[in-house]
């Protein structure tokens, strides 16, 4: 990767931290998410920037005991799919028991510091 694919990244990463979350939809609907630059479903590089919706639903759900070395001292976790309406996003599921997590729990995604190495994460976090 680029320095300038990290860096819209990092953006889209602080975005999200400050409650002000996007996303990109090609001219057929496609969600995508930063660094990407064309649509990943059918290649169109006409991209409009949308608002993330406030919440999402979770459409798949893991426990991950045996995790990667990046996030060693937060397992178990559990780790989620989570549909926005026109895209989706992966990550960390806090704030709720991890055995009580379903799919079509409401959740808010933010950004928080893994426990193993402090490095930012997508986390989802119930929603009010
Ligand atoms: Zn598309």
Redesign the pocket.
């Known amino acids: 990767m680029t320095d300038v694919t990290n860096g819209e990244y990092d953006a889209f990463l602080e975005a999200l931290a400050a409650g002000e979350g996007y996303y990109r939809s090609?001219e057929?609907g496609?969600g995508l998410l930063p660094p990407r630059r064309a649509?990943p479903?059918?290649g169109?590089r006409n991209l409009t920037e949308r608002d993330l919706p406030s919440a999402g639903e979770i459409v798949t759900h893991t426990t991950v005991s045996v995790p990667t070395p990046q996030f060693e001292d937060d397992a178990p976790y559990v780790t989620a799919v989570v549909d926005f309406g026109g895209v989706r996003l992966t990550g960390v599921v806090r704030g709720i028991d991890q055995t009580a997590v379903e799919i079509g729990d409401r959740v808010t995604a933010t950004v928080e510091s893994n426990e193993t190495d402090g490095e930012r994460t997508i986390v989802f976090r119930p929603a009010e």
Do not use: E, I, L, V
Request: one cysteine or more.
């Open positions: 090609c057929n496609h649509c479903h059918c169109d």
